[in-house]
């Protein structure tokens, strides 16, 4: 995947994620999960336990490397980045 290649996502990436962040308050995130090759979103996990205030969305790292180390890379699901929330106006 190029720079200038399209990113696509899964409907139920785009709901799981329209379900949890955006229907949360600001500052809420998540990662995302797929192949890199092909530019395709196919994972999601709402990260409930990051550490977060109303200005600021820190991931929970361990369990993060955890599901990564675990399941994801083992599955050949790679981390592709990180959705979040911002305040109104931002």
């Known amino acids: ?3 200038r290649a399209p990113v696509t996502l899964t409907l139920a990436v ?3 994620i329209r379900s ?3 229907s949360a308050a600001a500052e809420v995130g998540g990662m995302l ?5 092909k530019g395709e979103i196919t994972h999601f996990f709402y990260d409930a336990r990051a550490s977060r205030s109303a200005a ?9 490397n955890n ?3 675990d399941e994801w890379n ?8 990180f959705v979040h929330s ?3 106006g931002m």
Do not use: C, Q, W
């Not at 999960?33 to 090759?37: P, S």
């Not at 083992?74 to 980045?81: E, Q, S």
């Open 1 to 3: 995947m190029n720079s």
């Open 14 to 16: 785009y709901e799981a």
């Open 20 to 22: 949890s962040i955006g």
């Open 33 to 37: 999960g797929g192949d890199f090759k």
């Open 56 to 64: 600021v969305y820190s991931p929970d790292t361990e369990t993060i």
């Open 67 to 69: 599901l990564l180390a």
């Open 74 to 81: 083992p599955d050949g699901i790679r981390l592709l980045g």
């Open 86 to 88: 911002h305040p109104p």
